[in-house]
């Protein structure tokens, strides 16, 4: 079993910033990768950014210049700069132990106009 422990949502004004951490415990054999992945209202999960256990990155083009992820060893951060209201949804972490996915239960970014 993985335990996937997200934090750092909220509420912040457009043009503000968040900082989302995600604390990975458990029996992880080998890592993949983590990332993060955001589902706002009636609207599907889609993936926001991912890193990979040999620190290569991905990012959704929306978010392109504006998010950065990183990770240090089984804690997978993400800094959201220059938030739109579009940005708003619930976020969650996502870790790939040998394939096998593991999700947190979400942590709440809400960006007002």
């Known amino acids: 079993q993985v335990q996937l422990a997200e934090s750092g949502g909220g509420l912040v004004q457009a043009g503000g910033s968040l900082r989302l951490s995600c604390e990975a415990s458990?029996?992880?054999?080998?890592?993949?990768?983590m990332g993060w992945y955001r589902q706002a209202p009636g609207k599907q999960r889609e993936m926001v950014a991912s890193?990979?256990?040999?620190?290569r990155t991905d990012y959704a083009d929306s978010m392109k210049g504006r998010f950065t992820i990183s990770r240090d060893l089984f804690t997978v951060y993400l800094e959201m700069n220059s938030l739109k209201p579009e940005d708003t949804g619930s976020y969650y972490c996502?870790?790939?132990?040998?394939?096998?996915?593991?999700w947190g239960q979400g942590t709440q970014v809400t960006v007002s106009s």
């Open positions: 996502n870790l790939n132990d040998r394939g096998v996915e593991w």
């Open positions: 458990g029996n992880i054999f080998s890592l993949r990768s």
């Open positions: 890193i990979t256990s040999a620190g």
